[in-house]
């Protein structure tokens, strides 16, 4: 089958690692059901796994990519939710210690087909398309839990989101907009602060800028380098949400200004199944869509890799699985609730 996978590692040159070819076809689990994949997307753990993080060398060559949109063996549009959780396993698949996500221990999404559990399958309705569907499973997932399930802050809220143009805070700013909160963003690229505008954004920052006020919650997801900005942004009582580190794990914890002020430091990975089903319901009753960069082949994946390893993307970066050349996808207009 076609296949963009791992070949090897390397922190210097992820990308050498990267091949787009032929693999056979995998043994499927019992119980997995196989998905006909018609689009995927790239998200940073991509490169993360070529450059050797999160994926042991002793499972290479390993199919890439969490993402998916495609037909099941029975006709049906599906999404695939990529949290793959241990069998038996009840509840919150994100807190399961032994979970896992696809391209991990499992081939990834990144070929002709996947196999997952039938758990993780959501129906795909006909008002998403499939590359649109392909967006939602990890960095819109994130975003929607961090906003409605872990953030204390409410619609009318003021927030702070980190990191302009990157696929969580891409998906935070549309979401959080459309459902009534109050959207700063800070970021580094004008043009990607113009972006978060055009999202939603009421107010845009160059990172590390100080605020007019300071804000009821700020989403993270960069880490070292906005860690000391994110703390000094928020109201006393307010709340620090991180879903990653992309700059570095390890910041000054500022513990005098977090118990002072009586700060929360809240952690949020990924989402559930049921999350995702909401999400996919909250995008049909807003009109909001997910912001996609790019529509490449699967044959031209490479060309993607090589834009998000350069930080040239804003939003998402879609392949396409059938034959023929990549092409620029039109940006969709995100639509206010009131617009459906």
């Known amino acids: 089958m076609r296949a963009v996978y791992a070949q090897s590692q390397s922190q210097e040159d992820p990308l050498g690692g990267l091949v787009v070819g032929e693999l056979p076809r995998p043994e499927p689990e019992p119980g997995f059901r196989r998905v006909r994949v018609r689009a995927s997307a790239l998200n940073r753990h991509d490169l993360w796994s070529l450059q050797g993080i999160g994926l042991p060398a002793d499972r290479l060559p390993m199919v890439l990519g969490c993402d998916a949109a495609g037909v099941d063996d029975d006709g049906n549009d599906v999404i695939v939710h990529s949290v793959m959780s241990t069998p038996g396993w009840d509840g919150d698949e994100t807190l399961d210690p032994r979970r896992t996500l696809l391209s991990e221990r499992y081939p990834g999404t990144m070929a002709d087909e996947v196999w997952v559990p039938e758990r993780n399958l959501v129906p795909k309705p006909a008002q998403l398309s499939f590359e649109e569907a392909a967006c939602l499973p990890t960095a819109w997932l994130t975003a929607y839990r961090m906003l409605f ?105 500022d513990l005098n200004r977090i118990f002072f002020l009586q700060l929360k430091v809240l952690g949020s990975t990924m989402g559930t199944r049921a999350e995702l089903q909401r999400l996919v319901q909250f995008l049909l009753a807003t009109g909001v869509r997910p912001e996609i960069d790019s529509v490449l082949s699967l044959e031209d994946a490479a060309k993607g890799f090589r834009r998000m390893h350069d930080g040239a993307a804003t939003g998402k970066i879609v392949f396409r699985h059938s034959p023929g050349s990549g092409k620029r996808a039109r940006r969709p207009r995100v639509r206010t609730p009131f617009a459906c």
């Open 149 to 253: 399930t872990v953030s204390p802050a409410a619609p009318g809220s003021t927030v702070l989101i980190q990191g302009a143009g990157g696929g969580v805070a891409t998906a935070l700013t549309a979401l959080a907009s459309a459902a009534g909160f109050r959207v700063w963003v800070a970021g580094r690229s004008p043009a990607k602060l113009e972006d978060a505008r055009r999202l939603g954004a009421e107010a845009v920052f160059e990172s590390g800028a100080r605020l007019p006020e300071r804000v009821d919650t700020v989403f993270d997801s960069v880490g070292e380098a906005t860690w000391g900005h994110s703390l000094k942004a928020l109201k006393p009582g307010g709340a620090l949400v991180t879903c990653g580190a992309t700059s570095g794990p390890n910041p000054p914890a």
